[in-house]
């Protein structure tokens, strides 16, 4: 566990380690005592670390190599999962895991990335969440299933981005994406979005048209990731603090923009410090926003979607008009 410890959790790590020392100890009840100590300080000072987080910090977070994938809410969400694979065009991409279950008794489809977790081996067989054109397409494949039999959609969004190799592009991998942005709004079934730890750009977004868009207190969600743009403004990688602030791809900037509708919180010191927990908070979020999304006619969720997506981007712009003190916004 301490190898997984981000940079900004090494006092955590130093009295994890001291927990561990006097844990392969004699029992007693004063070492018992001073290491349930020890355990309440780590939990104050990881609130106090969590609480105060940076931009680039919560970039950090939301690359965690243990944070709970779609897999992991599958397994504490959800009942009779049934995996479906295949674009019926070309492949299977193991970044996209989409399959038919049960959330609280009723039928739903749940669609998401799949980086792998901490284990290489898995993480290179999902090539780490970069999903390909075929990943897109099975998909909205299994989405148009959904519709036909009145199944909502459930989706976890957790992606670098989309793969961006030569193969990827010969198949046509942003025509898959764009696609999916024109299919996806005119679905007629509740599809309800949580963004659970990056969402990177069109990789993101070609699965992430929804009624509500959700995302977890330390998930991100942009238009490239801060290398990229660093690399591209400045020609400097390694000014991606500097792009981290710039973008502003956290929960709390992209909820005051209007891009995600909600946030949702996350256990103590992250997602990846307690799963169960995660999942509980996400559990009570998804509920609400599918009964909410579920109570409303076909039309009014279409057009409502619609609105929202249409409404992206749109800066009020004051204008003061000095001789009479009025201001105008457009």
């Not at 927990?19 to 001073?34: F, K």
């Not at 106090?48 to 243990?66: F, I, K, S």
């Not at 238009?223 to 602030?245: F, M, N, Q, S, Y």
């Not at 900037?253 to 990846?272: F, Q, S």
Request: hydrophobic letters at 40%.
């Amino acid at each position: 566990m301490a190898s997984d410890m981000l940079e900004f959790e090494e006092p955590i790590g130093v009295l994890q380690k001291e927990i561990e020392a006097l844990s392969m100890l004699p029992r007693t009840d004063e070492r018992d005592a001073e290491i349930a100590q020890l355990q309440r300080r780590v939990q104050q000072i990881r609130t106090e670390l969590y609480r105060t987080l940076t931009p680039w910090q919560r970039v950090l977070v939301a690359r965690h190599p243990m944070r709970p994938n779609t897999l992991d809410y599958v397994k504490r969400l959800f009942t009779d999962f049934i995996e479906i694979h295949g674009d019926r065009r070309f492949a299977d991409d193991h970044a996209i895991v989409t399959g038919f279950a049960r959330y609280k008794g009723d039928p739903v489809l749940v669609v998401g990335h799949q980086k792998g977790g901490s284990d290489t081996t898995e993480k290179i067989y999902r090539n780490f969440g970069y999903a390909r054109p075929e990943g897109y397409r099975k998909a909205l494949r299994a989405m148009r299933i959904a519709e036909k039999f009145r199944r909502p959609i459930l989706i976890f969004v957790d992606t670098p981005a989309a793969y961006p190799g030569v193969e990827s592009e010969e198949r046509g991998v942003a025509e898959a994406i764009a696609y999916n942005l024109r299919e996806m709004a005119m679905l007629a079934v509740p599809v309800i979005v949580s963004v659970t730890g990056e969402g990177g750009s069109g990789g993101a977004l070609g699965i992430a048209i929804g009624d509500r868009v959700m995302i977890q207190e330390f998930a991100i969600y942009s238009v490239i990731p801060p290398e990229g743009c660093a690399a591209i403004l400045w020609r400097d990688a390694g000014r991606k603090i500097e792009a981290t602030e710039a973008l502003k791809i956290t929960a709390p900037d992209l909820l005051k923009a209007g891009i995600v509708d909600e946030i949702v919180p996350e256990p103590p010191g992250g997602a990846h410090n307690d799963h169960a927990e995660a999942a509980a908070l996400l559990d009570v979020a998804i509920e609400r926003a599918l009964a909410e999304s579920a109570a409303q006619s076909d039309e009014i969720r279409l057009q409502r979607r619609y609105d929202k997506f249409r409404s992206m981007g749109r800066l009020g712009i004051d204008f003061v008009d000095e001789s009479s003190g009025t201001s105008t916004r457009t």
